[in-house]
């Protein structure tokens, strides 16, 4: 059942065979992304406007992601749904980690360590532990279950009621993933009005334009190979500016190790200056501004401005939500799914850990451009008469990030007259240490490759969610395949749109949905997916009702804290409201769970044979009479 | 049949304890490398290692990521290598 009709997998030799072809064809995309920057930059020395290399950077990198795109044109759901589940554990590991970083690790997690110091190592410390959370308790299992999607799991695992814990488990995924998507989208129209001067709507559908020839053709299996290619783009393009940069002030280029001395200096500076300092941890006080805005925008009439500063100094904030994002992580379909497309439970174990590597990657480094240009701002900035700024200021001044002001009117700029927008940190980096414009727009297509490969896996997820789960297995079962397949197809237009609608008023509400997608997630996916391997006992009644009570507990919490903060448990903001959804699940699961009959026996023996790695899941049709339910596949049948 | 049967479940039954035991210990690292010093980043941020690191800072910073990404490749290596062969679930 879970393979299609005339799909075999792969042997052995053919799957190394079939590695060594990817890694001479990656092999040859990263020579030539390096040649073409530099072939750019000896164009831009010779006098090639700024504007012509920028279009240059985006309109090859979309052209090769077209390219991948239409080559793997697939009429099979094996390869549509999962890729032909043929894609080796380090391919499957950077695609994951082009899937999972997005243009908010890209461009904005350095700017938010910029700005918050040591609480946003929460961010940091979240997301990458989450990461082991999903190898030891998730990924073999998932790969071992070999089916399409989350929801399919869901239902199997919580057959007593199928149909029901199928629509939950679709809707959640639909609503968590849309949120996501949306945010991408709006990533991909800022860098593109950002650095090639494009009307932000324009930008928002050249960018769309560019997530569906990936992602139409040859779904996940045009995704995954695009992922591969969009990670490579974007971790050169993340690495190299802040390598120049580390080289430039420390005569090191090693910024990872060498961030450490900028951070002595920047303590140096803050007493010079009596700044607050910036490894100062717990300094984040409870308050409402972002929901005031929020409502603003859409002109809802927003509540008084409080701030609660009763917790600052405390670590439960920073504690709940490292838990929260880790849970969170785990819980985001678009990045379970990735561990069907493996060959095997095996590979999913190991294609983890290189997952994770290729992400830490970026995110240890992420410290060091916070760290390397907050150094330059309090020392070659701050203090300086306002007139005698250093060149980069000027260029970002003038696109609003940077914001200055001469308040108490003494020619000299003080850290108080200084506003910065996050995402500068990254994007002003190339001119802080002085790199070519090329090197500006490599950025530039890094973070859109970011952004691009995101929303890739989140539209499939929203589009099996709608034409796999809700169509094709609940209402109609009996769909013809060449339906199906179309359905799929018209369900990733119909998303991708609707993603760039939602996109264009740009509300500041989308921003938070991505922040609070992670505690939905937590509320909902997690628990039941954690106690449904480990836990027999756990039943379709537990988990539908758990998921449910999940979602609510987390949304209450949520909306009540973000809008007025003195409504707080230990000083926990809205952003670790999935805490409480994931315990209120975890409880609801197993009270109801117990309260209520156990699971058949042919549902505890498909647990049985999810804990084995080796050997094809056999899924019973519910019903079947006891005895005839499969037990445990033999030892090395594969 | 009904004697093999019992043989079977029983090596399942001691994979699984296994298994569980691996990911507990792991876990436990996994916990203590997250919780157990951020409650402290204050005071550990007064040592200076490195290059000139805020102890606390680092900690979280590159100390336990990297912990992480190993964690997960002792925990790979470990069940493929070893736990999967000594229980004969080994690939053909």
Known sequence: MSQEAGYTPLTRAQLSEFRRRLAKYYGAFFVFLIAFTVVLYLF??????????????????????????????TRRLEEYYVAGRRVPAIFNGMATGADWMSAASFISMAGTLWLL???ALAYIM??????????????????KFGQYTIPDFVATRYGERARLARFVAAICAIIVSLAYVTAQVTGVGIIMSRFFGLDYRVGVFVGLAGVLVCSFLGGMKSITWTQVAQYIVLIVAY????????AKLTGVPFPQLMYGKALSEIGQLEQAMNLPAYVQPFKQALSNSAAISAFKQIGITPPEPITVKDWVGTPWQFLALTLCLMAGTVGLPHILIRYYTVPSPKEARISVGWSLFFIWLLYVTAPAYAAFSRWEVLQNVVGQPIN??????????????????????????????????????VLATPEIAGLPFTIAALVAAGGLAAALSTADGLLLVISTAVAHDIYA????????????????????????????????????????LVAWAFSMAASTFFPVLLLGIFWKRANANGAIAGMI???????????????????????????SAGIFGMAANFLITIVVSLATAPSPKYI????????????????????????????VAPAGQD | MEGSRQVETSRLEAYWREQLRLIITLLVIWFAVTYLHPPFAASLNKIKILTGFPLGYWLSSQFSITVYVILIFVYALTMNRVIDKKYGFEEE
């Open chain 1, 44 to 73: 831009e020395r010779a006098g090639l406007p700024q504007r012509f290399i920028g279009y240059a950077f985006i309109f090859l990198t979309l052209l090769l992601y077209a390219f991948i795109g239409i080559l793997n044109f």
């Open chain 1, 117 to 119: 110091g040591y609480d």
């Open chain 1, 126 to 143: 979240g997301w990458t532990g989450g990461y082991v959370l999903l190898a030891l308790l998730f990924a073999p299992y998932i790969r």
């Open chain 1, 239 to 246: 690495l190299i500016p802040v390598t120049f940069l580390s």
């Open chain 1, 388 to 425: 005698a700024l250093p060149e980069w200021t000027a260029n970002w001044i003038r696109t609003g990030l940077l914001k200055i002001t001469d308040a108490n009117n003494d020619g000299i700029l003080q850290f108080s007259e200084l506003s910065i927008n996050g995402d500068i940190v």
């Open chain 1, 473 to 512: 297995k609940i209402i109609n079962p009996n769909a013809p395949y060449g339906r199906r397949f179309l359905l799929s197809r018209l369900m990733i237009l119909i998303s991708a749109v609707i993603a760039a609608l939602l996109a264009i008023p740009q509300f500041a509400l989308i921003v938070q």
């Open chain 1, 549 to 575: 009570g999940g979602l609510i507990t987390c949304l209450v919490y949520m909306f009540w804290n973000y809008v007025d903060p003195r409504f707080n448990v230990l000083g926990l903001s809205h952003l």
């Open chain 1, 604 to 631: 505890q023996d498909m647990v049985d044979q999810l804990r084995i790695p080796v050997g094809e899941m056999r899924l019973p049709a519910p019903g079947a009479a006891p005895g005839t339910a499969p037990g």
